[in-house]
């Protein structure tokens, strides 16, 4: 596909776009330092993602191994599988090989309440990353939450497509329903619909990890029933493939035109060829396997008190346009430099005491 | 310099695991002969045919040859073909679903140079050509299942002289007369004698010592897999002689008859009326100690019989009296009749009589934990041996194992484990069907033996057969069937000739094969 | 077609038992497709709805044709051909975008790949006799393991536009795939019904003893069946990655049920009670046709699940009572 | 164990190949637990490894148990045994947490239709004669539909604390779901070797015809096998969903590679060429301490797939080899 398309800067939200696109300037780290690292030193950590099936917990990982290297403390992964039935068992692995902390990735607290309760009640501090706190788990001792910026991703996928479409735009986003955090941040997509955008109209095409299969069936009838979508939203990287089959088999290829959430170096790479993905929203999965790190050592180590310290993980917009300044090698990808200084590691370190 | 013979084999030596089953056996086919290998259950014989069709490998040293050329070992099926070397699978080896045209050429079909499509019409042109060789026909678009018996030999034969060049060749046949009935058997040695007067050669396996004697102009005998005869010319050997050299040791006389038949005012058993999908008003008696054959044409319905009367096969109508107690022929079952005394052998080893995968013993004690009774109550291995026991010495299973995997018993072996697991269980009432099929002369004398043995021990014997001499050798009486039901009785222990004469009601009981000498071939 | 060039039809073909079960399950297909085009006839009968059933279901009739290649000769169910279908996938992208290998030649050596598969199967089930389900699925989830490990468990994408003109090229208003799929299908169906080969191969799956004395060389055969099953995927896997321009080592196990249930329904259409190449193209279309037609009716997605599964076991259970009577 | 109380034992049972067949796998196993101390003591020598290993395959082994009833009287694989439990699971969340039903009606409720469904599967396999592939493939997606129409394709938890006790309830350092599967296994070995049951359903499988001639009531076995099969897998689900405290509809079908896996390889352990309750046990654990060690050693997520798939494999063949060379 070779028609190009830069962003509108005479769309309704040239400027926040524009912004979106950017690069950061700085990554916020916490300003407090930690004492008492030595103490866990020789812990194991147990990093479970709810699948390592989508590419950004792999960043994550390997910014955790790298952190936790610095600290003396072992990263064990326990792959979640995408259901609770394998994340009860990776809980309930860490806990009975007491471990020194469990980070859990874009898992919900229901998802496996059981085991999450038997591992705070064994004394383990756990570390729930990029889900939405649970209204009957609180923050506690023992149990804290870093909120991912999932929700800022899908308003700037929305964002671009309000500019693009000079706010009148036809769109279906394929929702996972991998749990009720995906959800939640396609809400706030549809909350800026509704703000920015009243001529717009959205369709939700549920979608999910386990049925791999029914996602080019289910997105190329989205398009049947709504003849006039230019715009398909993928939530998250891994399911831009079957997202793309659906519309070619619609025949709706050169019609469309393609974003994705959760971008890694596959959508990247398929934005900079130019094959169906149009923007591609991102976050800074290296920075936040850092960030995680920080947030458990202060459990582990008590520093944080009931209170951890708020972390902001940031997320760029990357186009048609800005991609040609960005470096696709895994490499920019782990040193998290598409969304910022690749300083953040150093920073820590000294709050740590370790550089 | 003497032409070559067509089959010479070597120093053919197998064995399998530690039990070498044969050894250094090397004899000879000659030309437009038909050469018999006779030998007791388990010496051997299926497993030299298996080595001719590379089924098996054989050991070092041996040699096949056909013609004076020598094939390659282990001999490859199309290689042996090309020599001119068919085999006729047991049980005639045809696929019942597909037609006849496609089991006569299913292997040798032929592919148009650029299509790759069958060529019908030259497939059938070649299918037809072989039944004008042996003059019989079989419509050629019918589905095997559904011709006659007589037909399906035709059409094995015919498929097996395909391979052979005219005049040439050779054809084996393993037990593959075994199912046949008397007027199919003369049928299929009319044509063998054509096939063979043309010079084209037929190895046959048959334990119907009657029926090599009749047919075969040389014989090669087997004893533990090793060669006691090799091409021993038949003439005017009895049944008797053959069965020496087999068995190493004089046959106490071939019995024939005589059951200890206790007539009594209550029969053991009483079938009336009995219909079924063959059986027309079909009716029996017997009494305790007494054995009862049944016989007749192929589709008369007497096979049906015994299988109606242990509950397996659902008669739509009739009453079935055991011991007095009357029994509903519409709701009985092959529970219910084990339950009532009645046990059954059927015909067909291999679908109905064993499970090949499990062991001797587990099988013979199957019957035990069928039918009613507990069924989580342990079950007490010790005792189930101790009761089989005797029976395998009896019937002299070989190897006597009990713990030995059925499949690999020999097939006269494994036709003795059927029969001593419904013998061991001492029944009331026993119902069998071809019940010394496959089993070689020496074993059946042990089998009539022992269902003598049993009906003397006050049990009603009811004997489904189609082999003559098996009759003759059990019974006491013999019904012959006509449509589904009882048309004639022969009483006082008849004789085979009788009994061929009643079914076919012609009175002759031709002989398979003209005498040897008559046709002047003995070498 | 003549009356014999047929295995296992009875004598009476001609009768209505034997006629319903042959074209019951089209007559439904007719009749779901005219109930849709009542109900929803501004969004099923359209051209997209057409190039959507036609177009989209290239995976599937590969992978059908894969099964169907070790089950004619008799091996019960090859459960390895999604994972080597897959795994084709991916090889072609990872040595294309990873390792920068020319994409045709990386396509060649993935086709390769999976042809071996299909042959160090047909090694261990033929002539090592072991256990067909054993070998396949262990196979078949080692692939998995291999096709993860290569990918680093997540997608590759990256392959050149040109390469998925394999796919994609259009010809009227569907893609070449298609014609692909179709094509492979009827060859299939040509070769079972009136070449040698596939006589031979029937015969093989009927009774492999009294072939073997008939003189096929069975064990050739079978070994040849897989192997060339595992080309027929890796083709498969090829095509499907050029379509999408990359793959995901793990979407080839969702395609386990709907292989398993176009096969086996297939079985009801066409000739009914035998595994066929014709009948199995059409029922990947009609599940196609009957899943739209729902989702257009605004069922979610377990929707086709239950059309998947309650079809299967309707339309088997339907043809297995007409073929009974008849017979 | 004396020489006479197994089923087609050779008659030289003492041969070294039939001993190496019977105990290479778990020779095998001991050997991978010494590589994985001797590599790893500091973690794979714990109590936590201990616990990890046996504490967390209770639904496998229910599922394989449910495989084997079918499987040993020669129903060739029930492949509705996966979505039949996940079925279960999800219908005693729903039942409890959206409908507000007592957990306890909720948890008889489910198995009360998993029960049926094996009922269901066994009516058209045995009494209509349908294939046993179509008919569990065919029913294992419908429920698959009918559990992601349910949850409304999300999973459902919030089952209450309690309730959880019948799976998680501490007994030693083990929770009682392992006690209840091992159990569960002990009873079915028990019954398979020692009573008159066991034996009718080993040659029910074997030959049924022969099984029929001897008074079995064949088809009552079968039914019996398939309602059992589905009693067991319903029985599963509501233990694993009590373990998780909810459950997902689509998580079933990650288990289906695994229970064959395990079942599979059941035949390499301890009665080599059979299945077998105690072999499967075996292998459930085998494959799991495997996959923890190489966890352990720090491998990614492939190496599951690509140990369980080699494992099977290599198990099976071995097994094969070696007991074929016995004769
Ligand atoms: N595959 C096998 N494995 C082990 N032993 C075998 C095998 N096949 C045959 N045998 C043994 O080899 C011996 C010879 O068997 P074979 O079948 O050749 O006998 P046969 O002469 O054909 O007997 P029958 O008259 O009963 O048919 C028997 O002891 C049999 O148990
Ligand atoms: N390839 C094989 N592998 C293992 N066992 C075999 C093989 N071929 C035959 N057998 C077994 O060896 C034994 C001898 O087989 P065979 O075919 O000779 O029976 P048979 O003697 O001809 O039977 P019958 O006497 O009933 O005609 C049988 O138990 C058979 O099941
Ligand atoms: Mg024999
Ligand atoms: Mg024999």
């Given at each position: 596909d070779t028609s190009s398309s830069t962003t509108?800067?005479?769309?309704?939200l040239a400027g926040k776009v524009a912004q979106l696109e950017k690069a950061g300037d700085t990554y916020a780290a916490p300003s407090e330092p930690i004492s008492g690292l030595a103490q866990v030193k020789g812990a194991t950590v147990y990093y479970i993602p709810i699948t390592q099936q989508a590419p950004q917990f792999g960043v994550t990982e390997t910014a955790l191994k790298t952190a936790f290297g610095k600290a003396g403390v072992t990263l064990q992964t326990c792959n979640g599988n995408g259901n609770p039935t394998g994340i009860s068992a990776c809980l309930n692995q860490a806990t009975s090989a007491k471990a020194g902390a469990i980070i859990t990735d874009a898992i919900s607290y229901g998802l496996a309440a059981n085991s999450f309760d038997a591992a705070i009640a064994a004394g383990i501090p756990v570390l729930n990353t990029n889900q939405i706190e649970d209204a009957a788990h609180p923050r506690a001792a023992k149990l804290g939450y870093i909120y991912a910026p999932g929700d800022k991703m899908m308003v700037a996928a929305a964002d671009w497509i309000i500019n693009d479409s000079n706010g009148k735009a036809e769109v279906v986003i394929n929702q996972s329903t991998d749990g009720p955090a995906p959800a939640a941040y396609v809400d706030a997509a549809e909350a800026e619909f509704a703000k920015e955008c009243p001529a717009c109209k959205v369709t939700i095409n549920p979608i999910s990890t386990a049925n791999f299969s029914l996602i080019p069936a289910s997105t190329s009838s989205a398009l049947l029933k709504n003849p006039n979508v230019k715009y398909v939203v993928s939530?998250?990287?891994?399911f831009v493939q079957p997202t793309l089959g659906g519309v070619q088999q619609a025949g709706r290829i050169a019609a469309v035109k393609g974003l994705t959430g959760g971008a890694q170096l596959t959508g990247l790479q398929m934005l900079k060829t130019k094959n169906f993905i149009y923007a591609a929203a991102g976050q800074a999965s290296a920075y936040q396997g850092w960030a995680d790190a920080d947030a458990v050592l202060r459990m582990m180590t008590g520093t944080a008190g009931d209170e951890l310290p708020e972390y902001t993980i940031p997320i760029r917009l990357f186009t048609r346009d800005n991609i040609g300044d960005v470096a696709l090698t895994q490499a920019a990808e782990a040193s998290g430099e598409w969304y910022g200084p690749t300083g953040y590691p150093e920073e820590f370190l000294k709050l740590w005491g370790l550089s | 310099m003497s032409t070559p013979p067509r089959l010479r084999t070597g120093a053919v030596s197998v064995t399998f695991g530690r039990n070498r089953?044969?050894?250094?056996v090397g004899f000879e086919v000659g030309a437009g002969e038909i050469h018999a290998l006779i030998g007791q259950n388990g010496s051997g014989k299926s497993t030299l045919v298996k080595v001719l069709t590379g089924l098996y490998v054989p050991e070092p040293g041996a040699t096949v040859e056909v013609d004076g050329v020598p094939l390659r070992l282990p001999v490859r099926p199309l290689e042996a073909r090309a020599s001119g070397v068919a085999v006729v699978h047991q049980s005639l080896g045809l696929v019942g679903e597909a037609t006849v045209l496609e089991n006569m050429r299913v292997g040798r079909l032929r592919a148009g140079r650029l299509s790759r499509r069958i060529h019908w019409e030259h497939e059938r042109a070649q299918a037809a050509r072989m039944f004008d060789r042996l003059e019989h026909h079989v419509p050629l678009d019918t589905p095997v299942h559904r011709l006659s018996e007589e037909d399906r030999a035709t059409v094995a034969i015919a498929r097996a002289m395909q391979d052979t060049p005219p005049g040439g060749g050779l054809i084996i046949f393993d037990e593959s007369t075994r199912a046949l009935s008397r007027r199919s058997l003369e049928h299929f040695y009319e044509m063998l004698d054509g096939v063979v007067r043309a010079g084209t050669s037929a190895l046959l396996i048959s334990h119907r010592l009657e029926e090599v004697a009749d047919v075969a102009d040389r014989v090669t005998v087997l004893r533990d897999g090793e060669l006691v005869e090799a091409g021993l010319p038949v003439t005017r050997r009895g049944e008797g002689e053959l069965a020496r050299l087999m068995l190493g040791r004089n046959l106490a006389g071939l019995s024939s008859g005589g059951g200890h038949a206790r007539p009594q005012d209550t029969p053991a058993v009483e079938l009336t009326g009995v219909a079924g999908s063959r059986l027309d008003g079909a009716g029996v008696r017997i009494a305790p100690g007494e054995i009862v054959g049944v016989t007749g044409l192929a589709d008369s319905g007497y096979q049906d019989l015994p299988y109606v009367l242990a509950g397996v096969e659902r008669a739509r109508g009739g009453t079935l009296v055991v011991a007095g107690n009357p029994v509903d022929l519409a709701q009985f079952s092959p529970m219910a009749a084990i339950d009532a005394g009645i046990a059954l052998v059927p015909g067909d080893r291999e679908r109905a009589g064993l499970a090949m995968d499990q062991s001797v013993a587990e099988n013979a004690a199957l019957p035990r934990t069928g039918g009613r009774g507990s069924r989580l109550a342990p079950i007490r291995r010790r005792a189930e041996l101790a009761g089989l026991a005797p029976w395998l010495d009896r019937l002299e299973l070989s190897p006597r194992d009990p713990h030995a995997v059925v499949s690999r018993l020999s097939g006269g072996n494994q036709q003795k484990v059927v029969l001593a697991k419904w013998l061991a269980r001492a029944p009331k009432v026993l119902a069998l069907h071809?019940?010394?099929?496959?089993?070689d002369i020496g074993a059946r004398e042990t089998i009539v033996a022992a269902v003598k043995d049993a009906a003397a021990a006050g049990c009603a014997v009811l004997v489904a057969s189609g082999d003559e001499n098996e009759l003759s050798m059990l019974c006491d009486r013999i019904l012959v069937f006509r449509d589904g039901r009882v048309s004639g009785e022969l009483t006082g222990s008849p004789g085979p000739d009788e009994i061929v004469a009643a079914v076919f009601s012609s009175t002759d009981r031709r002989p398979?094969?003209?005498h040897n000498e008559e046709r002047g071939l003995v070498p | 077609m003549t009356t014999h060039d047929t295995l296992a039809v009875p004598a009476r073909s001609q009768s209505l038992g034997r006629f319903g079960s042959r074209f019951a399950a089209l007559a439904f297909w007719l009749l779901l497709a005219v109930l849709y085009g009542v109900l929803r006839p501004e969004t099923f009968l359209t051209a997209g709805t057409f190039q959507t059933i036609f177009g989209s279901q290239q995976a599937l009739v590969f992978l059908t044709a894969a099964l169907l290649c070790t089950i004619i000769v008799g091996e019960f169910v090859d459960m390895s051909v999604a994972s080597n279908f897959g795994f084709a996938a991916v090889l072609v992208a990872v040595l294309t975008v990873n390792e920068h290998w020319n994409v045709w030649l990386a396509a060649v050596a993935a086709v390769a790949v999976s042809t071996l598969v299909g042959l160090v199967n047909g090694w261990l089930t033929v002539?090592?006799?072991?256990?067909t389900i054993v070998v396949t699925l262990g196979m078949g989830t080692f692939l998995l393991g291999l096709g993860l490990w290569i990918t680093d468990l997540t997608p590759v994408s990256g392959l050149p536009y040109d390469f998925a003109q394999i796919a994609l090229h259009p010809i009227g208003s569907l893609p070449v795939g298609f014609y692909e799929g179709v094509a492979l299908m009827l060859v299939f169906a040509y070769v079972m019904r009136f070449t040698p080969l596939g006589r031979n191969m029937r015969f093989v799956g009927a009774n492999r003893e009294v072939s073997r004395l008939a003189g096929i060389r069975v064990n050739r055969l079978r070994l040849g069946a897989f192997t060339v099953a595992g080309l027929i995927a890796g083709v498969g896997g090829v095509v499907a990655a050029a379509a999408t321009g990359g793959f995901d080592a793990t979407v080839s196990q969702s395609y386990l049920l709907p292989i398993f249930a176009a096969t086996f329904l297939g079985t009801a259409i066409l000739e009914p009670g035998k595994f066929n190449p014709l009948g199995t193209l059409l029922a990947v279309y009609f599940l196609a046709t009957g899943i739209l037609g729902l989702q257009l009716l605004g069922a979610a997605g377990w929707v086709s699940s239950v059309f998947y599964g309650g079809v299967l076991v309707i339309a088997v259970t339907i043809s297995t009572l007409l073929h009974r009577r008849v017979f």
């Open positions: 509108s800067a005479s769309g309704p939530e998250f990287d891994q | 089953v044969l050894r250094d071809e019940p010394t099929q496959a089993v398979l094969r003209g | 002539l090592l006799g072991v256990n």
